[in-house]
Structure formats: C-alpha cells, structure tokens
C-alpha cells in the first residue's frame, strides 16, 4: 500500500488517472479556489450518480466553502472540518492510492486538497436496483411474495425487517481480486455456534478467486465436499427462508450482485423441506413432505429398477404383464438400458431446450416436443410404450425438489442407478445403495453431519423431520445442537 505524500492536488489526480490508464469515463474536474490553491473533484462518470455530485460536491465547491487560506497545523484540519460541513455523506479519508482507486471504481467522488496528504472520498454511486419480485424458483401458493434482488443492501435490509434482535451479527468481507465483491455473513450470536461462524469467516477469507460474480462462485470454494453430487449449502432467493434459519442458528451468506443467499449448515433433510410446509396445517405439510420423498424414490429408482428387472429379473414379473412387455419390445433393435438413456437423455436435452428458449415458446417446444418425439419413438419401434411411461414419471417425479441444486443431485443419481442397474442388475442397484449411504455419512456441512439428526441421533429434532409436528409443538432447538458438531 503506497502512502500519498503532501503534493500538489493536480499532479495527485495524474497519478490516480495513470493508475486506472487513462479511462475514457474518468472525469477531473478543477475549482480555483484562490490563485494558488485548487481542489480536484474526480470520479467515474458512468458510476456516479451526477445528480448528487452536481447538487452536493460542485454547487458546495462553487460557493467558495473550503478555506486554504491556512497552513502548517491547521491546515491538517481542513479534512475534518470538510467532514462536518459538506452536504454529501457518507464520506471518509484516505491517505494512500489503493483506497483511492478503490473508491474510485466503487462510485466515490475524489476531492483532493491542497496542503494536506490526505483526500475525502464521497459517496455518490449511481443505483440502479432490480425492484423486488416474486421468487422465480419457490413459488409458494401461501406465504410472503418478496424475493431477493442482487442488490446486497435491499437483501439486507429485507432480512433486517423480519429479524429484530440486538443479537442479529452482520460481518462485511471482500472476495476477490479483481472484482472485490462484498460479502455479508449473518447470524444471531447467542444462537448460532462460534466454531461454525469461524469456519464460515476462514473459509470465505481464504478463497483466493480473481472473481466473485455470483453466490455459486463463493459457494464451490468454501463447500466442504468438491467430488459430490450433494449440495452441502443451500441456495434460496426467499428472503423468509434465509430468516427462518438465522433463527435456527444457522448463517446465511448474501453475496454483491446475486439473488440467491447461501445457508449452511445444511441437512440432508432439509432439501425436502419446502418454504410452504410452514405455511400449510402440520398434517397437510406433513403429506407434502412425505409426497416430496417419494418422488425422489420415483425418480432415482424407477428407471434403474426397470431396466434391471427388464434385463436380468424377468422372474418378478407377473406372467401377463411380463407376456405385455414383450410383445411390446418386439422390434425394439436396442436393450432395454440403451433405450431407457436415449429416453432419459433426449428428455435432458428438451429440459435444458426449454430453458434456453424465449420464455414464449419454451415451455411449448418442451411439452409439445417430449410427446410428439415419445409418440413418434413408439410408433417407429425405436422405443416401447412402457418405456415411454417410466421415463415420463421419472421426468415429472424430478421437478417435484423444492430445491434446484438438489433436483440436480437426483438426476446424477438417476443415471448412475441406472447405469448399475444395466450392468449387474437389482445387485448393482444395492450396491450403489450402500456406497450412497456410506458417502451420506462421511459427509459435513461445516462440522454438522448430513444425516443429522438421524445419524447421530437428535430425538429433539424429530418433530420437523419426516413429519411436521404443530406449530404450538415445534419448539425447535437450534440446529447446530451440539451433538451434531463435530
């Protein structure tokens, strides 16, 4: 960090300009203030909001409300007496040219005075905000419609208004090296365990990326397991859902310019817990919940399961349905795993074809597209009509995920159950059971274990797990309980 010395304002604004080369949208403007003493005003015109910096810094500059006139001593408290005078705040010093540049690419108006080695930075920044809407990926049919922005000050302060409690901590870091992204931890102290907000701070601390542009950049360097199909933070854009784990004693992590918020730690169980169940009567949420596990069973198995009994099981099957497949895949010139991943891949390419689509037509090129391609496929004989109806339930089984990371894990899993399936049959299948239930246990979020509270074993927590006791009864402890840190 190189220290500014006691030089003139005009050759300080030539450095600065050569340190950020000579941008075109670099302004310096000049004031006279005396014959000998001038004030420069710079600062990044397609970052600042010329309405301020015009009604606040020039028209205050232009009414001749810096004195010059003294120096030695009292013309070191020029600074502070600027501090208290002039209409634009908030502003601070600076007294070296990384906080200069700084400032400058942040949408902060640099004055430089003579006299003195130290510059007041003012904030003018232009903003421009995305207003707040309804979250696009959790659609609630009761509940709050707000959702975050990728305005870090709106998010906060849409967690501020349903969080009122001195205890609420809000820690501001900068990752990155090129974009300097800002960063906002948030948790309650007396809930919220001090081993995990270090873990938290330590590893955000420590990622040493030259970008940050969105919560999922942040999320891949301070995630605990990098070879796994299992999210270990979640992602919402609710800004009622990041409150509900604050107070459970977890910490959410808003991000600069994105719209989703980081929780952790996380459970695997919480991935079926959906923003409505709180919103809903304990037995209605309840069903939902358990309806939600079963598609996962849906979507993960059916595929695998088919395929293996289809082509090694064929015993299990009762005589009339199994005389009904036959004859169905008569004809059919690829084996049943073959045709099940043409099935399944060519659904992924019409899903992501209906994302990428203008909003207009996408969602009819993807509904229209998988039923004339399936009818089409079983009309020609590359496919069989029991195919087409396992693939189908698969794909409507998928969507079901209140999260989208963890729709992803289930499809990674769909493929791999299938893929054991074709290979070793029901045997693969429960081998890959296993090898996923071990990888479960091994793995943490942030000290906690995944299959909390199940293993280890919080009856405490129970009451919100495969079902949701009554609100009146759901007294829930702090997720962090201490027997599921490590």
């Known amino acids: 960090m190189s220290e500014l010395h006691d030089i003139d304002p005009k050759r ?5 300009a050569e340190k950020l080369h000579h941008p075109p949208d670099l302004v310096n403007r000049t004031f006279a203030l005396t014959d000998d003493a001038q004030v420069h005003c710079l600062f990044i015109r397609t970052l600042i909001d010329m309405g301020k910096v015009e009604d606040y810094v020039f028209q205050f500059l232009d009414e001749g409300q810096v004195d010059v006139n003294d120096k030695g001593r009292d013309a070191e408290k020029m600074v502070s007496r600027l501090l208290r005078r002039i209409p634009l705040v908030p502003s601070e010093v600076a007294s070296d040219y990384d906080t200069c540049i700084r400032g400058l690419l942040n949408g902060q108006c640099v004055l430089l005075l003579p006299h003195t080695n130290e510059v007041l930075l003012l904030d003018a920044s232009m903003t421009v905000n995305r207003a707040i809407e309804e979250p696009k990926t959790e659609t609630t049919v009761h509940g709050p419609r707000e959702g975050l922005t990728e305005d870090i ?26 974009t300097k992204t800002v960063i906002n931890i948030i948790y309650l102290q007396n809930m919220a365990p001090k081993e995990v907000v270090d873990c938290f701070r330590s590893r955000i601390e420590s990622a040493e990326a030259n970008s940050i542009l969105d919560s999922t950049n942040l999320e891949e360097w301070i995630q605990d397991k990098t070879l796994s199909p299992f999210p270990t933070l979640l992602e919402t854009e609710r800004p009622d859902v990041a409150t509900s784990h604050i107070l459970e004693g977890r910490v959410v992590v808003l991000v600069d310019n994105s719209p989703f918020a980081l929780v952790g730690p996380i459970t695997l169980f919480q991935f ?40 090694y099981h064929q ?12 004859a169905q895949r008569e004809g059919v010139p ?11 891949v060519t659904f992924e390419i019409l899903r992501e074809a209906g994302l990428r689509m203008p909003r207009i037509a996408g969602q009819a090129i993807s509904i229209v597209g998988a039923l004339v391609l399936g009818e089409a496929a079983v009309q020609a004989g590359l496919v069989s009509a029991a195919m087409v109806i396992v693939v189908s339930i698969t794909a409507i ?8 990371s963890f729709g992803i894990s289930q499809r990674i899993l769909q493929f791999t159950y299938m893929a054991l399936g074709g290979f070793m049959g029901l045997f693969g299948i429960l081998c890959g059971v296993l090898f996923t239930i071990v990888h479960l246990a091994s793995i943490k979020s942030f000290g906690v274990s995944y299959l909390a509270p199940v293993a280890p074993t919080v009856l405490s927590d129970w009451k919100d797990i495969l079902a949701r006791a009554p609100l009146p009864f759901l007294k829930k402890p702090p997720i962090m309980n201490r027997k599921k840190i490590k």
């Open 12 to 16: 300080l604004a030539e450095r600065l």
């Open 397 to 404: 089984a998928n969507f079901v995920s209140p999260a989208y």
């Open 334 to 344: 690829f084996p049943t795993f073959i045709e099940a991943a043409i099935m399944l």
């Open 153 to 178: 000050s709106i998010n906060l302060s849409l967690l501020r208004k349903r969080i009122k409690d001195p205890n609420l901590r809000i820690e501001l870091l900068e990752v990155g090296r090129q």
């Open 272 to 311: 079926f817990s959906a923003p409505e169940d709180y919103y809903q009567r304990a037995d209605v949420a309840t069903l939902l919940r358990w309806l939600r596990m079963l598609s996962f069973l849906l979507a993960v198995f059916v595929p695998a399961v088919y395929v293996a009994v289809i082509s």
């Open 315 to 326: 015993e299990l099957l009762p005589n009339p349905l199994l005389i009904n497949i036959a």
